[in-house]
Every structure is written in C-alpha cells, then in structure tokens.
C-alpha cells in the first residue's frame, strides 16, 4: 500500500489511502490503425479500473520493450502488460520480472518462451484468422484459377507467421489458388502501397493479380491506393481480404474497393485486468491463453454500418 503524505495546518499525517495499482504497459508502437484504438481501449480500461497506468511507447523496438519491462520492474509496479512486436529474445527479462514476483500479461502477440514466465496471454487465433481470410478467397473463387499477391505482417512477429499458416492450411489441396507473391509490408500503409506496387510492376501491372491477402487491414488499404494508381479496380480486378476490422477498411469495402475482412478486437486489457484483478485478489492463476473472437465480414455486412460504429473508438 502507497504511503501518503498528507499536509496539514498542524503538522504532517502520515496516512495510507487506498492506493491505485499501478501497471507498466509496454505498447509497441502505433504501426497501424487498430495498435491505436488498442492503446486508447488499454487507456480507458485502465482509467474505469482507477489503475495507474504507465505507458511506453517502444516505436517497433524490442530493445526499446525490454528496456520499458526493466524500468518497470525497478519502479516496482504491480504488473506488466507486454504487446511484444516479435516472438523471439524475451526470456531474460521475463525471468528478471517473475524473480521480481511482478506477473507479466501478453497482449495480443506471443513469445516462444515457456508460459512461466508470464501469468497469461490474451489475444485471439492467429492461425484461425488466416485460416477464415483462406477459406473467403475459396469460396470467391471456386474452381477460377487464382494468383495471389500477400502482404505479410512484421517479420518474426506471432501475427506474420500465424497468419500465413492459417491462410496457406486453407487453400491447401485448391490448386487453382497459388499464392505467387509473398512479402512483408510490416502492418503499415506505407510499406504496403510500395511492395504492392512492386507486385503489379512484377505481375503484368496487375492482371496477372487475382486476389490480395494482407495480414492487416492498414497494408491493405496502402495497397488498394496502389491498385487504383495501376488503373485497376480494387475490389473488383483484385479481391481484397484482410485482418483487423479498422473504420477504414469497412469505408472501402463501403465503396466496393474491399471485399473481406477478419475483426480483431482492439479490447484485449479489459480480459487482462480481469484476470490480474483476480490474481491481486485472490492469488487465482488464470489460464495461460485468454482467447478473444474473430468474425469474418464482407461486404453484404452493412460495411457502412459498421464503420459508423467504429470511427469514433480510437482507431
Ligand atoms: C495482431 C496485432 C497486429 C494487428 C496489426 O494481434 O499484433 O499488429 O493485426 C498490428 O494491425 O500492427
């Protein structure tokens, strides 16, 4: 419990108040439109909990994260949240915050090391959101022979390997689907118009294109004004499926530039401090995977909809 100090006319009263718990969140980055609307959500839920959040924006870095994770673990806070931007090299300092006894919670990526060292994960399917973006572009094509162009997501993170899994066990066995291009454009706009442009430069400007898949809707939508650039129709001379579910994509899908995406929910800290809530409190361990939903919409959705839902939540 933090002591307070409380000045008087009289003199100073030592007294304790009931202090706030305070949580270190190592935030990746803001990369894409929903890292944005996750770090607003993790801020509002922190803030209805009255827990005091100190936040860390690490720009892309891992060491950035793991230098956040050790001055957190100094400060002596009461937990860790940790998004981390790769799956690899997190031991040491996971290690270092469970012999400081300070639980650490994955936000919506994982880590190869052993779930010791962290209380639980929360996060939704990977490879089953790649698997859902697959099997879209099954059934949109049927039999029609179609090349694929992807845009995989940060090289070594959780997301950009799941999610290629997921999409490759999908069209597994429909020759007539062969992914012919394959390229990271690192969950950004900007990196995903200029590898998209250099797939329609590499594919006949584009008509040897039938489908995109990015592993994110922000490389999506960079590559839909690239598409446009290239004098062809997205949405139509290429079809469009993607992850995430950010306003932006629904607005394109709206005008028929989009056809598919899979939501991923920017809430993942409400599951998190219910669960290190429950840990405060009672010592209860949570499950090691906390598993949030994924929902596949295209455009007979109402995208206009359901971008009017979205626009204002941060994103
Ligand atoms: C996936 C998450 C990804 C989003 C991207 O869980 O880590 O990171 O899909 C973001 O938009 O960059």
Redesign the pocket.
Known sequence: MKKTLFASASALVLGTAASAQVVGFSQ?GS?????AAETTVTNQQAEERGIDLQFSDAQQKQENQIAAVRSFIAQGVDAILL?PVVATGWDAVLEEAKEAEIPVVLL??MVDSDPSLYLTAV??D?VHEGEVAGQFLVDQVGDEPCRVVELQ??TG?S?AIDRATGFRNAIEGHDNIEIVQSQTGD?TRAQGKTVMEAFLQAENGGADICALYA????MAVGAIQAIKEAGLKPGEDVTIVS??GVPDLFQAMAAGEANATVE?TPNMAGPAFDALQAYWDNGTEPPKFIQTESRLYTQSDDPQGEYDRRKDLGY
Not at 31 to 35: A, I, P
Not at 215 to 218: G, K, R
């Open positions: 990746i990369e894409s439109g929903w890292r998004a919506d990526r996060g939704s990977l997501g940060t993170s997301p969950f592993h994110n809707d922000d992850i995430d991923l």
